[in-house]
């Protein structure tokens, strides 16, 4: 009798490269996906969005030997870009010389992902939708477009359908003391663009991330390959200045033309990109148990859908499969084999939750850093005199986002890290004389003093 397949729920990015984990390992792979092929389907290809990769998603396409190819996709981002209210901008490198963070298109980087796995030998079965999940026997329900069921057997099932995940929900309904949340921000975002210039060249610098940050709202842009750069406005539902306040063209032009000044002349498309582009909403999703015996495991969104303020939610999901792998390395191929998977989805949850629990902390936090802080003099200040502090000792001090976007540290050790940086900085800021004194040995020594007291 042929063994049952191993099944994958969700083709998206963390379903792709997981199945590619687990058929590189010789399983046989079976992945449902709820929509077409998007690498058939002209319209999803098309779509410019895109995502910052770092280090923890660039580890995780490395376990699988991809990550030279995704490279060739994407686009180096050094640092931010900010634009003031005059149109003047002010450039912060994200971390030392050399580090970047990378802009690659979420269906450039799907597609791949899916012909990688499938040259593997991991088979998606496209316009499949999960209906529901028997997580006793793992047998799963899933349906097509014309409503036809099909009932799937599988060894193990792996729910990566992000974040309104089928799996979940049928861990909420078949098991007793299921914890979630939903937390909704009150701000939405809608995706515009930026052309490239008639030469096919970037109609701002490249190598960076743009944003335009005002306080209660900012948008941001990220480079595309093509040229064009993708702009998300994230702003309030409702209020004063909100998607709800600009009703008509005219509004949306003098309100662009008022705040963004320097980019309207970039975004010949605006009014219809407004008109047309829909409001999405921002979630935090946390949940608890992740799995069921050895035969349903939530990974990625599904288990912890965050806001996007960190850029690390698919990096998040990524660092998943790493530690995933690194579990199966651990247990496989010592004694009975469901037992060992019983303890590998117990451990993976254990480790993960934690960690993904900090970074949704992390991403909400980083929202007010991104659409305020950036701006202001003191919080200037206080990066400057981190990393310069930081370069003087690298060893005992490593910025926050460096932590996150840099290193493999775990997301809740730079949460606590986090925490205590930021009380120092309070007492370092509060010196009198600072602004002048801020790269002295002085400030060095006071600083010394309170991570030795921390
Ligand atoms: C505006 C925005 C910007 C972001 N920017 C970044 C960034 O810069 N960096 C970063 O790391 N992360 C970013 N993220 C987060 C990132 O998009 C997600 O964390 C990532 O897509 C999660 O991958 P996933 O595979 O778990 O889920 P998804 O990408 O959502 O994939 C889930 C897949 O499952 C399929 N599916 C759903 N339900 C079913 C079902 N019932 N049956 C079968 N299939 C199903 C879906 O069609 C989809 O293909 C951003 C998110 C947003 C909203």
């Not at 269906?107 to 999960?130: P, T, V, W, Y």
Request: proline content about 4%; some cysteine.
């Amino acid at each position: 009798m042929t063994e049952k397949p191993y099944v994958v729920m969700g083709a998206g990015l963390v379903g792709s490269l997981l199945s590619i984990y687990l058929a590189k390992r010789g399983y046989n792979v079976e992945v449902y996906e709820r929509r077409d092929d998007m690498r058939k389907t002209a319209i999803s290809v098309g779509k410019s969005i895109n995502l910052a990769l770092s280090d923890r998603g660039w580890k995780g396409l490395q376990g699988v030997g991809i990550a030279d190819e995704i490279k060739k996709i994407a686009i180096a981002m050094n640092g931010r870009m900010v634009h003031d209210i005059e149109g003047k901008t002010n450039f912060f490198p994200y971390g030392k010389e050399g580090q970047a963070i990378y802009s690659v298109s979420r269906g450039g980087l799907n597609c791949l992902l899916m012909d990688l796995a499938e040259k593997h030998g991991s088979k998606i079965h496209f316009n499949q939708r999960c209906k529901s999940i028997s997580i006793k026997d793992a047998t799963a329900v899933v349906e097509d477009t014309a409503h036809k069921e099909t009932t799937v057997a599988a060894q193990r099932i792996f729910s990566t359908d992000g974040a309104f995940s089928a799996g979940r929900l049928q861990l909420q309904l078949s098991t007793d003391r299921f914890e979630y949340s939903q937390h909704y921000l009150d701000y939405g975002y809608k995706e515009l663009v930026i052309p490239p210039l008639k030469d096919g060249g970037f109609a701002m610098e490249k190598h960076c991330l743009h944003i335009w940050a005002r306080g209660t709202f900012m948008m941001i842009a990220l480079p595309n390959i093509d040229g064009s750069f993708t702009c998300t406005l994230f702003f309030p539902f409702e209020g004063k200045e909100s998607f709800a306040a600009l009703k008509d063209s005219d509004m949306v032009s003098a309100f662009f033309k008022r705040v963004f000044p320097d980019a309207v002349p970039l975004m010949p498309t605006l009014l219809d990109d407004f008109a047309n582009n829909p409001v999405s909403s921002l979630v935090t999703v946390k949940c608890y148990p992740w799995s069921h015996s050895d035969k349903l495991l939530l990974l990625g969104d599904a288990a912890h859908a965050i806001v996007p303020f960190f850029g690390q939610g698919m990096n998040c999901g990524f660092e998943d499969c790493t530690v995933f792998d690194q579990l199966l390395d651990t247990y496989l191929g010592k004694g009975n084999e469901e037992e060992a998977w019983t303890k590998i989805f117990d451990e993976a949850q254990k480790l993960r939750k934690p960690n993904s629990d900090a970074i949704a902390d992390l991403a909400v936090a980083n929202f007010i850093e991104m659409r305020d802080l950036v701006t202001h003099p003191d919080f200037i200040l206080q990066k400057k005199i981190e990393a310069h502090f930081s370069k003087l000792h690298p060893d005992i001090w490593l910025p926050l986002y460096s932590m996150v976007t840099f290193t493999d540290l775990p997301y809740s050790h730079a949460l606590k890290q986090g925490k205590k940086q930021d009380a120092i900085m309070k007492k370092v800021l509060a010196t009198q004389g600072i602004t002048e004194k801020w790269d002295s040995p002085e400030v060095e020594q006071m600083m010394l003093k309170l991570v030795k007291e921390s």
